[in-house]
Each structure stands twice: as structure tokens, then as C-alpha cells.
């Protein structure tokens, strides 16, 4: 296989397009779901729910799952409140 | 001057948070707002002003009268349904069944959304108050914001 390369040089670029709580936003490669919420500031990861094509992921898979080009991710904060402090069960501080 | 957050309610709306309220009772309940959000001049400087258009009443599922969760599955599927009709999630709100409306030391530890408002529907001492708030979570501090009802 011939491999051209350009004489100017261009970098090959891996930035890719994904969909971030409805925003189109440029991601730096394929990353994983911890870095890409880290990459759109989102505070308090550990509270945060993802939901990626449609499919909510379970905390523990964020750093194993990988976007890819045109992916819609959604990523919204635990919603709770209260009297009294709960102690964390299951997936999700409660 | 510190910009303030102006919401605009419609009544119907205001009237749906408390029924579901009502409906909860002794439970607290809670659901989410949408709408769009704007500037106004406030003499000071720009105010920002969120108009509320749609009301989402969701489960608690912790089904207490003294604390509230929002199932995830609810939330997105509310998020899908405000994207198709290109609102904005403004806030959340809860009620407190028996004191009053203002937030909790629990509620300013779980609001990680500064950009949010909160709203907190009290019933408690057979009246209905519903007042809004912006939480600081790090600074462990809210400050009211102006509700305004309209028809």
C-alpha cells in the first residue's frame, strides 16, 4: 500500500466531533468517558450520570467506554435534597 | 452590582408544582423546570431572567417525607422531551412537606448545578409558599431569587 503524505506536512488530525448535552463539542481523539468529563468541566464526576446513545452507564464502565465520532452523549448532575444526611448506597450517593 | 435571577412563572405551572405536591403529601416531591432564559436591564447591570414554559413532575424515589431522588431514567427521558421542544433545564424543584421553604444543609450539599434555580414548595402549616433560590454548594450558601407569577 502506497502511503501519500502532503509536501506541506499536515498533521494527522484526531479531533472528532461528539454531542454533549445537545451541543456539538471537539474532542481530542477517542476518549474515555472520564476524560471527556473532565474535558467539558463537569464537576463532581462521582454524582454525575451518563447516558451515551441512549444507554446509561454504570459508573464503574466510564473509564473502559470510549466515544467515537458523532456520538451523543448527555451527562446530567444527581438530583436530591433533603431533611438529613443520607449515607451513599448502591450505584449513586442517595 | 451582583446580577440577579428574575423567573417568570406562569400560574398553570405554579399550580402543577403544588398539586404534585399535594398529591405527594407527606412525601416530599420533586420534579424538574424548562424554559428559555434571557438579560434584562436591572439598573445595575444585566439580570438574568429564566421563563419557565414546561413543568416536569417526577417520582421520588425515595419515597420519604423528609428526602427526595430523582430516578436518572426520568431526568433524561425529561431532557429528551426539552430538546425536542428546544427549551433549557432551568432548575429543579422539591417540596417540604411539614417546614419551610428554604433549602436544607442536605439540599446545598446535593446541588452540584450553580447554574440551576431551586424551587421549594412548603406546606407547612396548611399554607402552600413557593420561593426560588441559587445555591452556592462550595460556599454553603443560597440566596433568594425574584419569583414572579403570571397568567
Redesign the interface.
Known amino acids: 500500500m502506497i502511503k501519500r503524505f502532503a509536501i506541506c506536512g499536515i498533521k494527522w488530525r484526531n479531533d472528532m466531533n461528539v454531542t454533549v448535552n ?1 451541543k456539538i463539542t471537539t474532542v481530542s481523539g477517542e476518549i474515555n468517558i472520564t476524560k471527556l468529563l473532565e474535558e467539558v468541566k463537569a ?2 464526576p462521582l ?1 454525575v ?1 451518563v ?1 451515551l446513545n441512549g444507554t ?1 452507564l454504570k459508573t464503574a464502565d466510564f473509564e473502559k467506554i470510549t466515544v467515537k465520532e458523532n456520538d451523543v452523549v ?1 451527562f ?11 449515607e451513599p448506597c448502591g450505584e449513586k450517593p ?1 | 452590582m451582583r446580577r440577579k435571577t428574575v423567573l417568570i412563572l406562569p400560574e398553570c405551572l405554579r399550580d402543577k408544582m403544588v398539586s404534585h405536591a399535594h398529591a405527594a403529601y407527606p412525601k416530599e416531591a420533586c420534579g424538574l423546570f424548562a424554559g428559555s432564559i434571557g438579560t434584562k436591564d436591572g439598573g445595575g447591570g444585566e439580570d438574568c431572567v429564566k421563563i419557565i414554559s414546561e413543568v416536569y413532575c417526577l417520582n421520588n424515589i425515595d419515597e420519604s417525607s423528609t428526602h427526595f431522588s430523582m430516578s436518572p431514567e426520568e431526568q433524561f427521558s425529561a431532557i429528551a422531551d426539552m430538546r425536542k421542544k428546544k427549551l433549557v433545564l432551568l432548575g429543579n424543584f422539591h417540596s417540604h412537606p411539614s417546614t419551610p421553604s428554604r433549602p436544607s444543609s442536605e439540599d446545598i450539599r446535593l446541588a452540584f448545578d450553580p447554574d440551576l434555580s431551586y424551587i421549594i414548595i412548603s406546606l407547612a402549616d396548611g399554607k402552600e409558599v413557593v420561593k426560588s433560590f441559587k445555591i452556592e454548594k462550595n460556599a454553603q450558601r443560597y440566596t433568594g431569587e425574584t419569583l414572579s407569577l403570571v397568567r
Not at chain 1, 438530583?79 to 443520607?86: A, K, P, Q
Open positions: 445537545g464537576q463532581d454524582y450520570t447516558q446509561i448527555e446530567l448532575y444527581f438530583m436530591g435534597g433533603g431533611n438529613f444526611l443520607r442517595c
